[in-house]
């Protein structure tokens, strides 16, 4: 069974940065693929970003890139997202998520292992 545990959450001002990571257990890392999501109360799970498949660029909602940056590191089963220039919008839980290879994709559906989710709070 895949266990997915994140950290890293927490408040900061607008415009500040956050680094969430995500460490897995209970399967070999290199066979998992990854993706971060966002959820606010009363509203669908929202696709954040996924890391590159085969030398592909890293895929992010369209809400993110250009401010977020999702990196791995294979020999500590982790994954992190860098979160810079942060708005009071991104304020939301945030999980990771995981399923059992195949491509990049953005449909919360998709992924079958959800970590317990941190939150993350931007004040104006």
């Known amino acids: 069974q895949v266990k997915l545990v994140e950290s890293g959450g927490g408040l900061v001002q607008a415009g500040g940065d956050l680094r969430l990571s995500c460490v897995a257990s209970?399967?070999?890392?290199?066979?998992?693929?990854m993706a971060w999501f966002r959820q606010i109360p009363g509203r669908q799970r929202e696709f954040v970003g996924t890391p590159a498949a085969f030398g592909a660029p890293n895929v992010y909602g369209d809400s993110v890139r250009g401010r977020f940056t999702i990196s791995q590191d294979d020999a500590r089963n982790a994954m992190y997202l860098q979160a810079a220039s942060l708005k009071p919008e991104d304020s939301a839980v945030y999980f990771c998520?995981?399923?059992?290879?195949?491509?990049?994709?953005?449909?919360?559906?998709?992924?079958?292992?959800w970590g317990q989710g941190t939150q993350v709070s931007v004040s104006s």
């Open positions: 209970g399967h070999p890392f290199n066979e998992l693929r």
């Open positions: 998520a995981a399923r059992l290879g195949g491509p990049p994709l953005k449909e919360p559906w998709s992924y079958k292992f």
